[in-house]
């Protein structure tokens, strides 16, 4: 788990009587539960509408589970505040990750929260093994971590996507090489592990 401060309250004990005092954002990073699902819900429907499982990108997702270990969240003193997943795909016959959705509250937006879950995001798959991120997002935000349109000239998506905002990022120099063809998600179905766990269920 890491922790950013990204504000600092002064001189509380001489504030004058009554005087509200903001409290300073106290941002956290962990890995999501399952008690976070509705308020992870209500915060992507407030970042992306009820359009959003409509997106190309979404159909990667559907039905499956993110990829072990990288399902993060942002707490603000316990309060969901930002959240990104990462998605299991083959990509041209490479094994890579899908990044999204990247979301944070408009209440926190401005504090560095995007990039903080980007980073432990990136940092994590480093460390688990995967050695290629596919994401579909806006090109000048995401090439700060190293993502770019070139790495993804060969790939396909399921459904109509602007190619510009159609990026990768290479964990391991090469792990993209003469990918080519169709994305398809590789992740495990969720009908599939709720089967499995009431057979141990019923076992026990």
């Known amino acids: 788990m ?40 209500a915060l992507l429907d407030e970042a992306f509408g009820p359009a959003r ?29 930002g959240t990104l997943r990462c998605w299991p795909v083959q990509a041209g016959g490479h094994a890579a990750l899908l990044l999204g959705p990247l979301a944070v509250a408009k209440s926190h937006r401005s504090l560095g929260i995007g990039a903080k879950l980007m980073r432990e995001a990136l940092w994590r798959a480093a460390m688990l093994g995967h050695k290629a ?17 070139s790495l993804t000239a060969g790939l396909d998506l399921p459904g109509p996507v602007d190619r510009a905002r159609f990026l990768a990022f290479e964990i391991e120099d090469g792990a993209l090489d003469g990918a080519k063809g169709m994305v398809i998600a590789t992740g495990e179905r969720r009908a599939l592990r709720r089967r499995a766990q009431q057979a141990l269920k019923q076992a026990a």
């Open 53 to 81: 499982d409509a997106k190309t990108s979404a159909r990667l997702r559907e039905g499956r589970l993110p990829a072990e270990g990288l399902a993060l969240v942002a707490r603000d003193h316990g309060e969901l505040v």
């Open 133 to 149: 991120v596919l994401l579909v997002g806006d090109a000048p935000y995401y090439a700060r971590f190293g993502f770019e349109a």
């Open 2 to 41: 890491t922790l950013l401060s990204n504000a600092v309250l002064s001189a509380v004990a001489a504030a004058p009587a009554g005087l509200a005092i903001s409290r300073a954002p106290e941002i956290r990073i962990s890995q999501e539960s399952p008690f976070d699902a509705a308020a992870r819900e």
